[in-house]
């Protein structure tokens, strides 16, 4: 299971921390990513951890912005956010799967597990 947690109303250039806390897993087992979902959009890539490395993988727009994060010891996964803008905001997704290959990272439907989606909203 993954909760997802910390999204809510940023005003632009501001920031935020989300979590996600897994249960039922061996966290460090798995890769673990995030995924944005706007209205009327397909669901997006944001960042990632494979699984043993500590290399993050982001989405271009994220770059220097957003920091993912994870921490074995509380079975969680953080993504820093920072110097939000209107694009950013969306319904945002924490997601784990195990036996994901690299050129699968950035597709979301090559994951198995998906958390509730915490919504994050950016006013100008």
């Known amino acids: 299971q993954l909760q997802a947690s910390g999204g809510g109303l940023v005003q632009a250039g501001g920031s935020l921390r989300l979590s996600c806390a897994a249960s039922?897993?061996?966290?460090?087992?798995?890769?673990m990513g995030w995924f944005r979902q706007a209205p009327g959009k397909d669901r997006e890539f944001v960042a990632a951890?494979?699984?043993?490395?500590?290399?993050?993988y982001y989405e271009d727009s994220v770059k220097g912005r957003f920091i993912i994060s994870r921490d074995n010891a509380k079975n969680t996964v953080y993504l820093q956010m920072n110097s939000l803008t209107a694009e950013d905001a969306a319904v945002y997704y924490c997601?784990?799967?195990?036996?994901?290959?690299?050129?699968?990272?950035?597709?979301?439907?090559?994951?198995?597990?998906w958390g509730q989606g915490t919504q994050v909203t950016v006013s100008s």
């Open positions: 997601t784990a799967d195990q036996t994901l290959i690299l050129s699968s990272l950035r597709t979301w439907s090559q994951w198995d597990y």
């Open positions: 039922g897993i061996t966290f460090r087992d798995y890769h």
């Open positions: 951890f494979r699984r043993y490395n500590s290399n993050p």
